[in-house]
């Protein structure tokens, strides 16, 4: 505070030394003491936040393995991954986490792209397709040709987009700095007017006007307009907690009280993340039932997701299978009861010559849907099962209550265009972009800062920079530690819902601290003329301004029984 005086900043600090010195000054020892430990648990929990971006970049570093499996002199050597150097050959085994950024220079995989990407199904890749550091290799054994060294890969470039987006998030100006910009030096200035006008003019003498001086300052002293924030944001931040909504500070819950603009994720965030049977059409004289026997007996010898999730959906004894083989890139295939079944995508029913007009319509209807098909053969197609990754049960709802609030969304995600676009139509969202590397989110999170304040959601690693960079940046509970290190706040049970009642809580709570400001400062101007005039004396004015305290205290735990006026999501 007396720094902030000598550099003429009128600031929360400064008002809080005033507060606390004038308490102490009428002998109100316990209400000095609590309002500067309200202030104390308030900075805290702000401070305390302080270290997550630190926390993210270690949880990063942790993600890329520390050595990789290098071509040397015909065979295989195991060194770190900062030595080696570009265009040098790594060994990536199926289940092994990629070391380095690179393009395929031999083989042929799939790889879960989701911390990097997003992506909700793992990608297929072949000679010349690139690879980040990170991601998992799923099924084949793949050779990479280095193309980024150690420091300068995806991984390394999102840990540096995260500190960056740290350091240039300036910390919001609080509603009651802005107040006491104006409040503290009003009070000083009149304080001086009356110690010196009146004894200039020949109106009385010194001591009579400086000890009413000296009782205006102890009048307006502003230990109720002090402690109405702390306290306000204390049972905001509580009430945010019952609802499942953890938020790391009372800056960030003041910040959302502005936002025009939510920017979501798509997996994890609005959908499951985890890839469902979602339609089985039949084309032959096989049952529903022995087609899904079928599908699921093969794929259960597969590892790929879109075989989990087909044999998840099959509830009965499966068939004995020989000859499995995998067509690379395409799907499988294997023999059952003496007949030879081939499950494949698109490509391959086209590659076959089993892709006739009503295959073809089909399969580009459930692809449209943002749904991956996979066809069903022998002789001839028998059936098309689609599975996808399925819109979470309240995110049609939580984009419905953000439109109540006044709140635009837009969807960032890692998926291609298509799903992006579908996803976004089935969640009410209008505008939805998709193929977007953790570098994209970034940039377009900027784009939309200069039309206004701006939150994303997301839960991945791939989403943390655009978290870092947002005004507001909301983790999933169910994410990567990465994502809930670097948010300003994280809603649990997955709640998408949370979103809107973050900023209905926000508005609700910045209210209550008006209303706060309105008795604390109404009260005291009352008392201020009316001690100045010799109507009551100052004693009665000290009262009034506990009964303030008091008042103000009460109206603040309100917040800790808010409950939305917009979300009808019973959970």
């Known amino acids: 505070g007396f720094q902030a ?17 004038g308490a102490i000054a009428i002998g109100q020892w316990p209400e000095a003491a609590v309002v500067i430990w309200l202030f104390g648990v308030a900075e805290l929990i702000e401070a305390m936040s302080l270290e997550r971006a630190r926390n993210a970049i270690r949880s990063l570093v942790g993600l890329a393995p520390e050595t990789a499996s290098v071509r040397r002199d015909g065979g295989w050597v195991i060194v770190p991954t900062g030595d080696v150097p570009l265009e040098a050959v790594i060994l990536v085994k199926p289940g092994e986490r990629i070391a380095l950024d690179g393009r395929v220079s031999s083989g042929a995989s799939s790889v879960n792209q989701a911390p990097i990407t997003g992506e909700s199904i793992p990608v297929s890749k072949a000679v010349g397709d690139p690879v980040f550091a990170g991601t998992i290799n799923e099924r084949g054994t793949l050779e990479i040709t280095v193309t980024a060294a150690k420091g300068e890969g995806t991984l390394d470039r999102i840990a540096r987009s995260i500190q960056e987006a740290q350091a240039d998030k300036a910390p919001a100006q609080r509603f009651v700095d802005r107040f006491a910009a104006i409040y503290t030096p009003a009070v000083f200035a009149m304080a001086i007017v009356v110690a010196v006008v009146p004894v200039v003019t020949g109106h009385g003498s010194f001591h ?8 205006l300052l102890v009048l307006a002293c502003p230990c109720a307009l002090v402690i109405s924030t702390p306290v306000t944001v204390v049972s ?27 920017a979501l994720d798509k997996t994890g965030t609005l959908t499951h993340g985890t890839p469902v049977l979602t ?56 023999s059952i009861a003496g007949t030879v079944y081939t499950l494949g995508n698109h490509r391959l029913a086209e590659e076959t010559g089993m892709c006739s007009p009503e295959l073809e319509a089909i399969l580009e209807r459930l692809e449209n849907e943002a749904k991956t098909a996979i066809v069903l053969m022998n002789a001839a197609p028998i059936a098309v099962l689609a599975v996808a990754d399925t819109l979470r049960p309240n995110s049609r709802q939580a984009v419905d209550d953000l439109k109540a609030l006044g709140v635009t969304t837009i969807m960032l995600t890692g998926d291609n265009q298509r799903t992006a676009t579908a996803i976004a139509l089935q969640a009410g969202i209008d505008d939805a972009r998709g193929d977007l590397l953790p570098d994209d989110k970034l940039r377009e999170i900027a784009k939309l800062r200069e039309r206004g304040t701006v939150v994303m959601v997301g839960d991945g690693i791939n989403d943390a920079p655009a978290l870092a960079a947002a005004n507001v940046g909301v983790a999933m509970g ?41 008795v604390a400062i109404g009260l005291k101007a009352v008392f201020l003329v009316t001690t100045m005039l010799g109507i009551t004396g100052l004693w009665p004015a000290i009262m009034a301004d506990t009964g303030a305290t008091v008042l103000v205290t009460l109206n603040a735990l309100r917040l800790l029984r808010w409950t939305p006026a917009v979300s009808k999501d019973a959970a």
């Open 236 to 262: 905001g931040l509580g009430g945010a907690a019952r609802r499942g909504i953890l938020i790391k500070g009372g800056v960030h819950l003041e910040n959302a009280r502005k936002i025009r603009t939510v």
């Open 478 to 518: 169910g994410g990567t530690d990465v994502a809930l290190e670097t948010a300003d706040a994280a809603v649990l049970k997955d709640r998408v819902t949370g979103v809107a009642e973050l900023v209905s809580l926000s508005r609700a709570t910045m209210a209550n601290v008006k209303q706060n400001v309105a």
């Open 279 to 334: 339609d089985l059409v039949n084309l032959g004289e096989l049952t529903e039932d022995e087609v899904l026997r079928i599908t699921a007996s093969i794929e259960a010898l597969s590892e790929h997701p879109v075989a989990h999730a087909i044999v998840t959906a099959y509830h009965g004894p499966l068939d004995t299978v020989e000859g499995f083989e995998a067509i690379t890139g395409r799907g499988v295939r294997a």
């Open 5 to 21: 005086l000598r550099s003429l900043r009128m600031t929360m600090s400064l008002l809080m030394s005033v507060a606390v010195i």
């Open 208 to 215: 009579d006007w400086f000890y009413r001086a000296l009782v």
